[in-house]
């Protein structure tokens, strides 16, 4: 990490005028963190990694200001917004200043169907905006009552609701994005269709984002329901059918085989002894259509309507990635895998997976769109033993048709299905960063062209 001079530090402070700034180091070394330690191969990299400070903007002008400051001293900079993250995406690798966005909350418009928002703007604050009008975000992830949009478009890849929708790289799923370069003359850039691409899942170093312009789904009377069944393998065939149900509206069907309910907290009275649980949510007018299609093959243990509610723990706090965290509060020896199943195969390599790792990778399964096929998106929980292992399990799956999407890495490329940045991202990154001071560190294919 490098850490900026009292000199050099100083004079950008003095660039930034007004702008609010925090250089308590106890403030900024906790702002400079996300969850990060679901991975101890992440852990052990990033832990103490820290801005040298922490600026706030309080509109796009002062992200303008921030930016070109840092590019006339040739300082780093981190976008954070909720710190949700479990890559280290918002974690400062060299330095520099931490950009908080939070305050960049607010909404432009909102037409049928449209939502143009700041980047610092809350999922759940979006949502509570929107449900008047009839509609809500199509996908969110299980962070959704403390993440922002700007953070998930950024560093996101789907959620609940992918299940209907796929996931952002999907076209449509992002309309448009602001982003500002990081310029001694920094400019503001509208980046509309497939060119929103460009900043969708690039941990911040393409571009300061400022605004999204994202599509809505109609806001259904979600129920949350919890399935028990005697085997995992029943759980996930009934979750495959019900998602290949077009007629039954869903946003959530996650398979999580025991003894992973056990870990649940308040969730357990819903969960028996031994059984594995289909998570679900489901339309209210889809319920009796659900239930149908289940019949005598589980058992409904809860039905009630999503609650998100202060206090209250909505049932997608237990699925995608919540499902880890809910084992690492009573079991830190454990992480995770983020898997992605062949739609073609999808059932045989899910008892293949189950055959061959046993009790070492206990499944969990979210129904998803992906090119317009179903399939799964696969978060197993690891009973870690060390780094070469876990590179073991990984190949595993690779071998056998299950991509990996590596979660126990920092960077755009090796945590990518694809091991590779898009093209178009890392163009973009030269056009808009020519300095290389974007989250420097975490686009490896990306080489400075000039000093």
């Known amino acids: 990490m490098n850490e900026l001079s009292s000199d050099t530090l100083a004079r950008l402070i003095d660039d930034l005028g007004d702008v609010p700034v925090v250089t308590d180091p106890k403030v ?11 991975s101890p191969v992440l852990n052990e990299r990033s832990n103490g990694m820290s801005a040298d400070l922490v600026a706030s903007p309080r509109d796009e002008a002062d992200v303008v200001r921030v930016a070109a400051a840092c590019a006339r001293h040739r300082i780093p900079i981190t976008v954070r917004a909720g710190g949700t993250g479990n890559y280290g995406q918002a974690v400062p690798l060299r330095g520099g200043v931490l950009l908080d966005v939070l305050a960049l909350d607010s909404t432009k418009w909102v037409k049928p169907g449209l939502i143009r928002v700041g980047a610092g703007a809350k999922l759940n604050t979006i ?26 478009v950024a560093g996101g890849s789907g959620g609940v609701g992918s299940v209907i929708h796929g996931g952002l790289r999907e076209p449509g799923n992002i309309l448009a994005a602001r982003v500002v370069t990081v310029e001694e003359e920094p400019r503001v850039i509208e980046l509309r269709g497939d060119a929103a691409q460009k900043i969708n ?3 911040g ?12 789904a109609p806001a259904w009377r979600w129920i949350d329901v919890v399935v028990a069944f005697d085997d995992f393998v029943d759980a996930a065939a009934f979750g495959y059918e019900a998602a290949l149900a077009d007629g039954i509206v869903k946003k959530l069907l996650s398979p999580i085989t025991a003894p992973l309910p056990s870990y649940f907290g308040a969730l357990k009275p819903y969960c028996p002894d031994g059984k594995s649980i289909l998570i679900a949510m489901i339309a209210e007018p889809s319920l009796e259509s659900f239930k149908s299609l289940l019949a005598s093959r589980g058992t409904i243990t809860l039905e009630t309507p999503t609650d998100e509610s202060p206090g209250q723990v ?42 061959l790792f046993r009790d070492e990778v206990l499944q969990h399964l979210e129904f998803i769109r992906f090119g317009g096929r179903v399939t799964c998106s696969g978060l197993p929980v690891v009973r870690y033993t060390n780094a070469d292992r876990l590179n073991e399990i990984i190949s595993l799956h690779e071998a056998r048709g299950v991509h990996i999407a590596n979660p126990h890495v920092f960077t755009v490329e090796d945590g990518s299905r694809y091991k590779r940045a898009d093209a178009d991202q890392l163009g973009f990154k030269h056009e808009v960063d020519p300095y290389g001071l974007l989250n420097p560190g975490k686009m490896r294919s990306f080489v400075l062209e000039r000093p």
């Open 28 to 38: 900024v070394r906790r702002r400079s963190r996300d969850f990060f330690w679901y």
């Open 201 to 203: 899942r690039a941990y």
């Open 205 to 216: 170093t393409t571009g300061i984002i400022t605004e999204l312009e994202m599509p809505l």
């Open 314 to 355: 909505p049932l997608y706090e237990y699925t995608w990635n919540h499902t880890t965290l809910q084992v690492l509060k009573t079991d830190r020896s454990v992480t995770y895998l983020q898997c992605l199943y062949p739609h073609d195969r999808l059932m045989e390599k899910v008892v293949e997976m189950r055959k």
């Open 127 to 152: 949502d509570a905006e929107l449900q008047p009008h009839g509609w809500e975000l199509r996908m969110h992830p299980s962070t959704k009552r403390t993440a922002t949009i700007g953070g998930f």
